[in-house]
């Protein structure tokens, strides 16, 4: 070893080491933000909808839930809402809509057990939550109201028991009065409905805007809720 060299490691000996303490507070206070807020979240399903008849997590502790809210007499329906897509802000989404969470709603006689969700006729419309939800960290965007996503390139039937093949994004109808958006702090979340897209209706949506195919909605009391049997209203 040489004079520099024995110097140069007698310089790096004596540095003070390196205080990582106020790193590491700041990654937990970051890690207990995102936890209350998605308890937040929870609890603001619940507060409106009571408990779950179940509740779709995967191993991964990161991972975004699925609550099942089940029918009731006053909500004759399944409501599927996500929880933990709001965990992160979606980069480009203006104020206030940089976190979100998705709200789609089934017929009361769909097939939501666990061995029924094997087949894809019943997982697609979970599918297309959990697909959504990953989509803005995963591409770096933002989902919000009048966005229309295509299922594929080109477009493909979710299952080969429907036509549907897109989704439009609004706020949810069959949600309970003060649902849709929610102030936890200092962070808003948005609860956007996800209305599912014939392929002439994605056509409309993608050409003339998201806002002229929810007008169609609106006039034909198109919903977030999948009907199988619905006709396009183009």
Same mark, same amino acid.
């Given at each position: 070893?040489?004079?520099?060299?024995?110097?140069?490691?007698?310089?790096?000996?004596?540095?003070?080491?390196?205080?990582?303490?106020?790193?590491?507070?700041?990654?937990?206070?970051?890690?207990?933000?995102?936890?209350?807020?998605?308890?937040?979240?929870?609890?603001h399903?619940?507060?409106?909808?009571?408990?779950?008849?179940g509740?779709?997590?995967?191993n991964?502790?990161?991972?975004?839930?699925?609550?099942?809210?089940?029918?009731?007499?006053?909500?004759?329906?399944?409501?599927?809402?996500?929880?933990?897509?709001?965990?992160?802000?979606?980069?480009?989404?203006?104020?206030?809509?940089?976190?979100?969470?998705?709200?789609?709603?089934?017929?009361?006689?769909?097939?939501?057990?666990?061995?029924?969700?094997?087949?894809?006729?019943?997982?697609?419309p979970?599918?297309?939550l959990?697909?959504?939800?990953?989509?803005?960290?995963?591409?770096? %965007?933002? !989902?919000? #109201?009048?966005?229309?996503?295509?299922?594929?390139?080109?477009?493909?039937?979710? *299952?080969? +028991?429907? &036509?549907f093949? %897109?989704? !439009?994004? #609004?706020?949810?109808?069959?949600?309970?009065?003060?649902?849709?958006?929610l102030? *936890?702090? +200092?962070? &808003?979340?948005?609860?956007?409905?996800?209305?599912?897209?014939?392929?002439?209706?994605?056509?409309?949506?993608?050409?003339?805007?998201?806002?002229?195919?929810?007008?169609?909605?609106?006039?034909?009391?198109?919903?977030?809720?999948?009907?199988?049997?619905?006709?396009?209203?183009v």
């Open positions: 070893m040489g004079l520099f060299d024995r110097k140069r490691r007698k310089e790096q000996e004596d540095k003070e080491p390196l205080d990582t303490a106020p790193v590491v507070a700041e990654i937990i206070k970051g890690i207990d933000a995102h936890l209350d807020l998605i308890d937040a979240v929870e609890h399903i619940k507060r409106h909808f009571g408990e779950p008849a509740v779709l997590r995967s991964h502790p990161d991972d975004i839930a699925m609550f099942v809210m089940p029918p009731t007499e006053d909500r004759p329906r399944f409501t599927i809402i996500t929880s933990g897509m709001s965990r992160m802000p979606m980069q480009g989404a203006p104020s206030n809509y940089t976190r979100a969470e998705l709200v789609i709603a089934l017929p009361p006689d769909w097939k939501l057990g666990q061995d029924d969700l094997g087949d894809e006729r019943n997982w697609w979970l599918r297309l959990q697909n959504l939800s990953h989509m803005p960290q995963a591409n770096g %965007g933002w !989902l919000g #109201f009048g966005h229309t996503i295509p299922h594929g390139s080109p477009p493909q039937h979710y *299952a080969d +028991d429907t &036509t093949c %897109g989704a !439009l994004l #609004f706020p949810p109808v069959w949600t309970p009065s003060g649902f849709n958006t102030q *936890a702090g +200092d962070e &808003t979340v948005q609860f956007i409905g996800v209305y599912t897209l014939h392929g002439d209706e994605l056509q409309f949506a993608q050409e003339e805007d998201g806002q002229a195919m929810f007008a169609r909605f609106a006039e034909h009391q198109v919903s977030e809720l999948v009907d199988l049997q619905r006709p396009s209203v």
